[in-house]
């Protein structure tokens, strides 16, 4: 009689240890998201321009791109508990910097930090993911995580809106500045680095010039490149609409209120989070990851583009775009998943975190980008940006998603059933 393969049931800690940094997760989306909903007060209140309120966004991301290479390292040496639990204290820190300082350059500072402390959540979450379970789950857990950290951007729309007008932005941020703080102490006592027996804990640490060494043969591999393109502009292009862009695109050309943007900004989140579950399994469906994401990314590309060519739709326009960009911007998670496949478990550390890098820094540099394309065209007598600033934004987006795809076409897929099937005969 035929017997088929059972597969082994997710370790019960693992879940437990992977829900926890999902939760912790959650901060590092509220911060990241919060200046689409609060932009337009934060340039009336300190007197900043867009290219200064970019800028401001922007620097999240470099913290988060800049710590990304020396965080890899720190997993594969230390484990993803101690890194993580002590990153999160730096971000606590600008978290509460950025949500008591006076001036501009104080909140650069503490947008610096928080991103320089949140920059391990995704890489921490990956790591334990890839040690705990089997490698055809590695998408679907990923797709978990960003679905349970996407609660962050869910309360940085409407609830955001609705906080600020109440209390104040800075009250509603000192609340998640201690929830924040919470979530560092539940990651220090619940995560740990790998299950019993695996070979991360009985590991030699590898020295300085080894830990280098490695890294060297991740910016070496030959499979890299078109991923390290494709992760530099996609999340980049999609979150400069839903993370910066989008709430004053449809409060200054559409006349939206605060509440009413952040209404359409939720629905957006809500979107991308059912994205993220419905590309997550894809991969194991379909038997593909380079070709979901190319699918996904070439939608967005659409949406993006009809935004930059009709001049002053129905609302309903622009806002079914944005809901659309957050479903299908979900498909580059699936870039992060095919570039995991490219990396031996010894070196999945300091891989998973050069490829976060360019996902960062891209952001980084979209969104400082975008701060001067808009800031390019005279704002109108209301000191409104116009509708022709919006659409030039759009457009710069809509190619730069047309050139990263070109390259990252020439890319060699990574299919489940393969590394299934290599994972057997190891």
């Not at 990851?289 to 326009?317: D, N, Q, Y």
Request: with cysteine.
């Amino acid at each position: 009689m035929q017997t088929t393969e059972r597969r082994p049931f997710p370790h019960r800690r693992g879940l437990i240890i992977v829900t926890t940094l999902a939760i912790a997760y959650v901060g590092s989306h509220f911060f990241r998201a919060s200046n689409v909903t609060i932009g337009l007060e934060l340039m009336r209140d300190l007197a900043i321009g867009p290219g200064a309120l970019g800028a401001l966004t922007g620097a999240f991301f470099f913290g988060f791109a800049a710590m990304q290479i020396p965080c890899g390292l720190l997993f594969d040496h230390f484990g993803p508990r101690r890194t993580v639990a002590s990153m999160l204290i730096l971000a606590t820190t600008g978290a509460a910097i950025f949500t008591v300082a006076p001036t501009w350059p104080l909140l650069l500072t503490g947008r610096v930090l928080m991103g320089a402390g949140f920059g391990v959540m995704l890489i921490g979450s990956m790591v334990v993911i890839a040690r705990w379970f089997p490698p055809d789950r590695f998408s679907t857990l990923t797709a978990m995580v960003l679905s349970i950290g996407l609660l962050g951007n869910l309360v940085a729309t409407t609830p955001l809106a609705w906080a600020s007008q109440a209390i104040g932005w800075r009250a509603a941020f000192g609340a998640v500045v201690v929830f924040i703080a919470l979530a560092t102490i539940a990651v220090w006592l619940v995560v740990r680095d790998a299950p019993r027996g695996h070979p991360f804990l009985a590991r030699t640490p590898e020295s300085p010039r080894h830990m280098l060494q490695g890294l060297v043969e991740v910016l070496r591999n030959p499979r890299l490149k078109p991923i390290l393109a494709m992760n530099f502009c996609n999340y980049a292009c999609t979150f400069t609409v839903q993370g910066l862009w989008g709430g004053p695109f449809l409060r200054e050309v559409y006349g939206l209120t605060a509440i009413e943007a952040g209404n359409v900004l939720l629905a957006a989140v809500i979107a991308y989070q059912l994205g993220i579950i419905a590309f997550g399994p894809l991969d194991r469906l379909l038997d593909t990851r380079k070709w979901i994401a190319i699918g996904g990314t070439l939608v967005t590309i659409s949406m993006l583009a009809a935004l930059a060519l009709a001049s002053h739709p129905p609302v309903w326009v622009p806002v079914g775009a944005i809901l659309g960009i957050g479903f299908f911007g979900a498909a580059s998670t699936m870039v992060m998943t095919h570039g995991r496949g490219i990396f031996p478990d010894r070196l999945i550390g300091r891989g998973v975190a050069t490829i976060n890098t360019s996902v960062m820094l891209g952001v980084a540099c979209m969104q400082t980008l975008s701060g001067i394309v808009v800031g390019a065209f005279e704002p109108l007598a209301d000191g409104a940006r116009s509708e022709t600033a919006y659409r030039a934004l759009f457009a710069v987006l809509t190619v730069v998603l047309i050139v990263a795809i070109a390259i990252y076409s020439r890319s060699q897929d990574i299919k489940p059933t393969d590394e299934m099937r290599a994972a057997r005969h190891a």
